[in-house]
């Protein structure tokens, strides 16, 4: 009978240590639908976090262009109507993004609006559209 119970025992011990081995496929499956799910939260908020560094990056660009516009109302007494002219030029990864445009119609007082539109994936940013002009003035106001 000992051995009886020596066989049942090393059974029981066996079956014990095969379920303390592995995992069940339950328990995979749910650590899988964990990681994924974080997986999507870290990948909104990186992109979020690429379209605001896209954002500053069109907003530097019209601060300079707008620098660059006043010192050219000053060497002509007009504003430049395109960004070539006041030789600036987005990098060519915000130029995927952007598209920056000059406004400086021919009137007295003489006028300008620099305009960046966002494009593709950075058109889902909370702000799509910022301009600045002759005045410093930046729309909108909230973004900058």
């Known amino acids: ?11 029981q011990s066996a079956q014990a240590a095969a379920r303390v081995r592995g995992f069940t496929f339950l328990e995979l499956m749910i650590a899988v639908i964990i990681v994924a799910i974080l997986a999507v939260i870290a990948m909104t908020s990186y992109a979020a976090q690429m379209r605001r560094s896209a954002r500053a990056e069109a907003q530097s660009t019209l601060v300079d262009a707008a620098s660059r516009q006043q010192q050219f109302l000053v060497d002509r007494r007009r504003y430049a109507t395109s960004l070539a002219a006041l030789a600036v030029a987005p990098p060519a990864d915000l130029a995927a993004k952007y598209t920056f445009t ?18 593709g994936n950075q058109a889902s940013d909370t702000c799509p559209t910022l301009s600045i002009d002759e005045a410093g003035n930046r729309t909108p106001a909230g973004c900058w």
């Open 102 to 119: 000059v406004n400086a119609p021919a009137v007295v007082p003489p006028t300008f609006t620099l305009t960046a539109q966002a494009l």
């Open 1 to 11: 009978m000992g051995n009886r119970a020596t066989r049942i025992h090393g059974r």
